[in-house]
């Protein structure tokens, strides 16, 4: 395992963002000098979150708003999706190249789906409801990391000699898991029994050459993850970056664990991006 390197300062962008703020707090917790850039109030952007606010600055992170993207997800160089999510992977793949080549040093980082994120889109927690519907046939698997997880992965491999110019994918066996498989355990810890609505894997084709732009890239999205399991497509070498290989001391968040937090105290859903 490599030395623990000397704590660098770290600058997020986005970092006031769904999953900036997750890195941002990993950050300052493993000692760094932590800056972010953050969007600015406007028509499409809400005000930074007050306690949001309070909470960075009193633990030393400096705040400088700008509009800056940020973007996190699958590994874009191995997946061949639907064409409107194979266009917007086309335009991360354009970035990742001209990285390349103008010799900047990089670390890209495929932390595939997001899972308190799904877990809100897939099974509708917050919502009284006997239905779950089902993309395909519930049998893909899919690679759920938890938020928190994925901050403290970022802000390691940011910070690590091994990553660089290299990518880092982040695929832990705990947190692969299929649709049945994550309503089934829902459905133990909850007691409850839900009907399986299914959408057939041509609706959601059909779909994504229907609807209007960008209404059809999370359908894509969904078909790519949930119905082709693109994100379980690949192998991954042992020559490849696995965080949990590269960093085993680290406790991750199980989906089994993540799902009791759903019971005591369950995430809000980000945003209805996927109805």
């Known amino acids: 395992m490599a030395r623990e390197a000397e704590p660098s300062r770290i600058l997020i962008f986005g970092g006031t963002g769904y999953i900036g703020k997750h890195i941002a707090r990993a950050s300052v917790a493993f000692g760094h000098p932590t800056c972010i850039y953050a969007r ?41 999706p639907l064409p409107p ?10 970035i990742r190249r001209a990285t390349e080549a103008a010799g900047i040093p990089f670390t890209f980082v495929a932390t595939n789906c997001l899972a308190a994120y799904f877990i809100n889109v897939l099974l509708h927690p917050h919502s009284p409801h006997d239905e779950i519907v089902v993309y395909g046939d519930g049998e893909a698997n899919a690679v759920l990391n938890y938020e928190e997880d ?36 829902w459905e133990e810890k909850t007691g409850r029994s839900f009907k399986r609505v299914y959408v057939p894997e041509e609706d959601l084709v059909k779909l994504s050459q229907t609807l209007p732009p960008p209404e059809n890239i999370p359908v894509s999205i969904l078909h790519s993850i949930f119905v082709k399991g693109d994100l379980m497509s690949y192998e991954i070498d042992d020559d490849d970056l696995e965080v949990s290989r590269m960093y085993p001391e680290m406790q991750l968040t199980t989906i089994d ?10 995430p809000e859903p980000a945003r209805a991006a996927f109805g």
Request: glycine share 4%.
């Open 85 to 94: 999510f194979e266009e917007f992977l086309e335009k991360k793949r354009k």
């Open 257 to 266: 664990q993540l799902l009791n937090i759903f019971l005591t105290d369950p």
């Open 40 to 80: 600015p109030a406007g028509p499409r952007t809400k005000p930074l979150n007050l306690d949001l606010r309070r909470e960075f600055r009193s633990t030393g992170i400096r705040i400088i708003e700008r509009f800056v993207p940020s973007d996190f997800g699958c590994e874009e160089d191995k997946i061949t």
């Open 150 to 185: 994925v901050g403290k992965y970022t802000i390691k491999v940011a910070n690590d000699p091994r990553a660089c110019n290299r990518v880092v994918s982040y695929r832990p066996k705990p947190s692969i898991i299929s649709q049945h498989q994550l309503i089934s355990l």
